[in-house]
């Protein structure tokens, strides 16, 4: 059984920078979609960056231009840079595994990022 180990959540002011890690803790055979998603309260859990196996990456409309999703193909741990970060951005960030086909796989246990002054 696949497993998502996340860390990176924090405080932070807008304007600034912060970063995400997901490691899953097994490989996956088959083509796969990986990233993150996020919930503010009150609000539906939205798509925040996904990557597939093969590369392609996809990002939310509130993130694009900002955040950056890649892999580092040594560790298989997977990034996400968020910069230029706005209140709006507060929220719990979970990492999702699910594959191509649709059926998902593994959710992260969610980090906290809060952005405020």
């Known amino acids: 059984q696949v497993q998502l180990r996340e860390s990176g959540g924090g405080k932070v002011q807008p304007g600034e920078s912060l970063r995400l890690s997901c490691l899953k803790s097994?490989?996956?055979?088959?083509?796969?979609?990986i990233g993150w998603y996020r919930q503010a309260p009150g609000k539906e859990r939205e798509l925040v960056a996904v990557?597939?196996?093969?590369?392609?990456?996809t990002y939310g409309d509130s993130v694009a231009g900002r955040f950056l999703i890649w892999r580092d193909d040594r560790t298989d741990v997977m990034y996400l840079q968020m910069n230029s970060l706005k209140p709006e951005d507060t929220a719990v960030y979970y990492c999702?595994?699910?594959?191509?086909?649709?059926?998902?796989?593994?959710w992260g246990q969610g980090t906290q990022v809060t952005v405020a002054s």
């Open positions: 999702n595994v699910r594959l191509i086909a649709g059926d998902n796989i593994a």
């Open positions: 097994a490989n996956i055979q088959s083509p796969y979609v």
């Open positions: 990557r597939t196996s093969a590369g392609k990456r």
